[in-house]
């Protein structure tokens, strides 16, 4: 299955790692996740039965399932005094610069009486993280609109949870349309792990020096806020609508191609994908059956994104290049139909991680072996020399 990599044992560094969770062929466009295709289990599956899988190297019986569900469930409120927080932000604020503060400030609700030694502890902070990042991204939201927090309710799904914590008001509480929720929870899957990315690599780095969970993954939240990663869904659908309608497309392209022009096509091109991203085929989909659903004929902006892909993957430069739509191309139009604002893209896609990033935290710190990483660098600065007074500079 693909090079595993190896380094010399001297070379102590988590650049390199051997991993079980995720397998990515970039030239074929497979994705598996424990080695079961994302294309079945986007179908088949939902999101904390992958978050079982992922954790846990197996499918769960119908047993574990239900304990596992029971667990997240009866873990999604947090600490009250959190509340107070989300305070100290301006209303405008970023959801993800919320985000990212209040996960790190989990450190100092959860993790005190939690040692990341004990394989349990270590569960209990995997739990812990799951069930709570969508109540957290939900109320980065409502303190964003100067709405009221939303409690996590009981007698919901995952998705359709963090729909209600999103959109209900007290006033009038949202109902989630099961499709809808399914459609929320498959986005969920397809964001869930994907190797040694950006942030996974951020999240293993800052693990690998004993930081507990929760400033683990608040610093892989910021490393995935990046337009150049996860701050690509956002970017690409604010590119859509700028781009507005089919006929301005050809001058985008244009600047695309053009190196003198810091523009790039957003949601397209991958470090790995070098084919068409498999999430982006199911996203794409996915996108014809929220619109549908939701009555939205003609979405203006999901017809310039299928012409702006049609017309890429018949244009020498990106064919050449090998650049296809990414997970992020398609996500947006999704998100926007069912109501999030572009800034709440990246904080879904954050939430949906969590579980790929402490799924691989997990991996690294049950190896007996592993060590503190050190990547290394190539000198390239002056040769040795003797200081200068500054009269003689
Ligand atoms: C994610 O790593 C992961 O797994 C990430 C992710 C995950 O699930 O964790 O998949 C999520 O981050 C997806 C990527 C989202 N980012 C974007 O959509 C931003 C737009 N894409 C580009 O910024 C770019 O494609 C990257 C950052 C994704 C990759 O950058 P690279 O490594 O420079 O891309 P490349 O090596 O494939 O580029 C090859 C060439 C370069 O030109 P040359 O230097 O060869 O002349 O293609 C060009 C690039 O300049 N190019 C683009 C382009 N992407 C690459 N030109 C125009 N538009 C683009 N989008």
Same mark, same amino acid.
């Given at each position: 299955?693909?090079?595993?990599?190896?380094?010399?044992?001297?070379?102590?560094?988590?650049?390199?790692?051997? %991993?079980?969770?995720?397998? *990515?062929?970039?030239?074929?466009?497979?994705?598996? +996740?424990?080695?079961?295709?994302?294309?079945?289990?986007?179908?088949?599956?939902?999101?904390?039965?992958?978050?079982?899988?992922?954790?846990?190297?197996?499918?769960?019986?119908?047993?574990?399932?239900?304990?596992?569900?029971?667990? *997240?469930?009866?873990?999604?409120?947090?600490?009250?005094?959190?509340?107070?927080?989300?305070?100290?932000?301006?209303?405008?604020?970023?959801?993800?610069?919320?985000?990212?503060?209040?996960?790190? !400030?989990?450190?100092?609700? +959860?993790?005190?009486?939690?040692?990341?030694?004990?394989?349990?502890?270590?569960?209990?902070?995997?739990? @812990?993280?799951?069930?709570?990042?969508?109540?957290? !991204?939900?109320? #980065?939201?409502?303190?964003?609109?100067?709405?009221?927090? =939303? +409690?996590?309710?009981?007698?919901?799904?995952?998705?359709?949870?963090?729909?209600?914590?999103?959109?209900?008001?007290?006033?009038?509480?949202?109902?989630?349309? /099961?499709?809808?929720? @399914?459609?929320?929870?498959?986005?969920?899957?397809?964001?869930?792990?994907?190797?040694?990315?950006?942030?996974?690599? $951020?999240?293993?780095?800052?693990?690998?020096?004993? #930081?507990?969970?929760?400033?683990?993954?608040?610093?892989?939240?910021?490393?995935?806020?990046? /337009? #150049?990663?996860?701050?690509?869904?956002?970017? !690409?659908?604010?590119?859509?609508?700028?781009?507005? &309608?089919?006929?301005?497309?050809?001058?985008?392209?244009?600047? #695309?191609?053009?190196?003198?022009?810091?523009?790039?096509?957003?949601?397209?091109?991958? @470090?790995? +994908?070098?084919?068409?991203?498999?999430?982006?085929? *199911?996203?794409?989909?996915?996108?014809?059956?929220?619109?549908?659903?939701?009555?939205?004929?003609?979405?203006? $902006?999901?017809?310039?994104?299928?012409?702006?892909?049609?017309?890429?993957?018949?244009?020498?430069?990106? =064919?050449?290049?090998?650049?296809?739509?990414?997970?992020?191309?398609?996500?947006?139009?999704?998100? %926007?139909?069912?109501?999030?604002? &572009?800034?709440?893209? &990246?904080?879904?896609?954050?939430?949906?991680?969590?579980?790929?990033?402490?799924?691989?935290?997990?991996?690294?710190?049950?190896?007996?072996?592993?060590?503190?990483?050190?990547?290394?660098?190539?000198?390239?600065?002056?040769?040795?020399?003797?200081?200068?007074?500054?009269?003689? @500079?």
């Amino acid at each position: 299955q693909g090079d595993v990599f190896t380094f010399d044992p001297g070379f102590t560094s988590t650049a390199a790692c051997e %991993s079980a969770i995720t397998y *990515i062929d970039g030239d074929v466009g497979e994705l598996w +996740y424990r080695g079961y295709p994302i294309e079945q289990l986007a179908q088949k599956s939902h999101y904390l039965e992958v978050c079982y899988l992922l954790l846990n190297g197996e499918l769960p019986s119908a047993d574990q399932m239900e304990k596992f569900e029971w667990l *997240i469930t009866h873990h999604t409120m947090v600490h009250e005094q959190l509340h107070y927080f989300f305070r100290g932000f301006r209303r405008d604020s970023h959801p993800m610069a919320t985000l990212v503060g209040v996960v790190g !400030a989990m450190s100092a609700f +959860y993790h005190d009486s939690l040692d990341i030694n004990d394989p349990h502890h270590r569960e209990v902070a995997s739990i @812990r993280l799951i069930a709570k990042l969508p109540t957290l !991204a939900a109320m #980065a939201y409502k303190y964003s609109l100067g709405q009221p927090f =939303v +409690y996590p309710k009981n007698d919901l799904d995952y998705a359709s949870n963090f729909l209600h914590m999103c959109f209900s008001v007290p006033a009038e509480p949202y109902h989630t349309d /099961p499709a809808l929720a @399914r459609a929320m929870d498959r986005i969920f899957t397809l964001h869930a792990d994907h190797e040694q990315n950006a942030s996974t690599s $951020t999240v293993r780095l800052a693990g690998s020096s004993g #930081a507990n969970p929760f400033a683990c993954i608040a610093a892989g939240i910021a490393c995935l806020w990046g /337009p #150049a990663h996860g701050g690509a869904n956002q970017a !690409a659908l604010e590119m859509l609508q700028e781009i507005g &309608t089919v006929d301005r497309i050809p001058e985008y392209i244009r600047r #695309a191609k053009d190196k003198d022009d810091p523009f790039r096509l957003m949601g397209f091109g991958h @470090r790995v +994908y070098k084919n068409f991203d498999p999430r982006a085929k *199911i996203m794409k989909e996915s996108a014809d059956e929220v619109l549908d659903l939701l009555g939205i004929e003609n979405n203006p $902006t999901l017809q310039v994104a299928k012409e702006l892909e049609r017309i890429a993957l018949e244009d020498e430069y990106f =064919v050449s290049k090998k650049l296809y739509p990414n997970v992020d191309f398609y996500s947006g139009i999704i998100l %926007s139909a069912m109501g999030f604002p &572009t800034s709440m893209f &990246t904080p879904i896609f954050a939430l949906s991680r969590t579980v790929g990033w402490i799924s691989q935290w997990k991996e690294m710190l049950g190896d007996p072996d592993s060590k503190i990483g050190r990547p290394r660098q190539l000198y390239i600065g002056s040769d040795r020399r003797d200081y200068l007074d500054v009269a003689k @500079r």
